[in-house]
Structures are given as C-alpha cells and as structure tokens.
C-alpha cells in the first residue's frame, strides 16, 4: 500500500489528453512538501519528467504539465503519442516516515 | 554531464548480504546527496536511504535496521549494504542524485543509474 495513490491505470486515443492524479495525505502533500513525476519506459529507469509540481526539466515538451492543491496532485498530457506509452509516478516527502515516498504507479496506454 | 552506474552480484542467497556499488562519472559525489531506490518485478518504487555530502545518511524505517549506505570518494562510489536479505529484496536497484533547488520543498531524483536486477534465492 502506497503513501501516496494513483489510479492504476489510464488510456486515451492518440491527441487526446489525460490527467493521472496522486493523492496524498497531510503528512505529505499537504504538509507543503513539492510534488514530482517520474516517466519509466518499459524495461528502463525512471526518468523525471515535472520537478516541484509543474516545472519541466530540459527536453521534456510543454505537452506534459504538472499541478498540486491540497493534499493531492495531478499530471497531464495533451496531444497524446504512442511514445507517451509508459509507466507514471509521483514523489514527495512524508514526516510521518521521515523520508520519501513514491506513488504505486500509473500504466498510460495510448490507445 | 553526470552518469551513474549500478554493480553488484546478481544473485544472492537468502539470509546473506546485499552489497552494490554505484559509480559515479562526470562529477563529484561529494557535491550532492544520493539515494538508493529499489522496484521489485512488476511493482512500483521504494526509496531505501540516502546519503548526504556531509555524509549523514536516512534510512525508509522499513529497512532501517538492515540498510547501510556509505561511500567511498577516492574512487567516486556510493554503495548499499542490505544484510539478512529473503525472496521479498528481490529488485531493480537504482542509484540516482538527490536534486533539489532554493524555493522547491523536498527533492527529486535526477539521473537515475540504469539500475541492476538483484534475485534473491538458494
């Protein structure tokens, strides 16, 4: 059982747009602690894809975005590709574990 | 550019220990924390612990009392140490660097080694 919760799984058509939602706790979210999303490939590392709620590393395109209120957070994505197919989390921190916590994880198919 | 890479044995018998290395190129370990997270087949993260630049380490209360993180500057690793391992440690490990920036609240891991996949069995 996850800290933090993500629907196990979302699908959209090609150039749709999807949201996958990370819902925390006061402990975490709520406790002011920033929100991140990582991007695992199948069979890859995890890469980050939106550090500090809604900031975009280099190379990441602006059709991914990230938003927090609350004790819960959420990823977008528009104009869905193929390559978007991937594997989501979310990251924070928890004072009650004193340490970090990720989501359980949120499969993205491209339908 | 920094680039992480995980080493270790494959295969470790139940109720031994643990130990992988994470080499460290294109920077000093000495200017950031790093953390081990680990991904057990077909489920998602678990962070294990970090080390701080100054050397300080956290550890997931879950595995506090069998994890042990240290590093070595001189050749640039940080290592993990997992002692009375059972079938349940099996994982990917992922060493990646502890990020964080002024005005952001916690970190985030960024870069991630490619990870090694580490079974637990007899």
């Known amino acids: 059982q996850s800290v933090l919760t993500q629907p196990p799984s979302v699908s959209g058509a090609p150039g749709q747009r999807v949201t996958i939602s990370c819902t925390g706790s006061?402990?975490?979210?709520?406790?002011?602690?920033?929100v991140h999303w990582y991007q695992q490939l199948p069979g890859r590392a995890p890469k980050l894809l939106i550090y500090g709620n809604n900031n975009r590393p280099s190379g990441v395109p602006d059709r991914f975005s990230g938003s927090k209120s609350g004790t819960s957070a959420s990823l977008a994505i528009t104009g869905l590709q193929a390559e978007d197919e991937a594997d989501y989390y979310c990251q924070s921190y928890d004072t009650s574990l004193s340490g970090w916590v990720f989501g359980g994880g949120t499969k993205l198919t491209v339908l | 550019h920094v680039h992480l890479q995980e080493s270790g044995p494959g295969l470790v018998k139940p109720s031994e220990t643990l130990s992988l290395t994470c080499t460290v190129s294109?920077?000093?370990?000495?200017?950031?924390?790093w953390s081990w997270i680990r991904q057990p087949p077909g489920t998602g993260l678990e962070w294990i612990g970090n080390?701080?630049?100054?050397?300080?380490?956290n550890y997931n209360p879950s595995l506090k009392s069998r994890v042990t993180i240290s590093a070595d500057t001189s050749k640039n690793q940080v290592s993990l140490r997992l002692s009375s391992v059972t079938a349940a440690d099996t994982a990917v490990y992922y060493c990646a660097r502890d990020t964080l920036v002024q005005g952001i609240s916690g970190v985030w891991f960024d870069p991630w080694g490619q990870g090694t996949l580490v079974t637990v069995s007899s």
């Open positions: 080390m701080s630049r100054s050397g300080r380490t």
């Open positions: 294109g920077g000093s370990i000495s200017r950031f924390s």
């Open positions: 006061s402990s975490n979210i709520g406790a002011s602690y920033d």
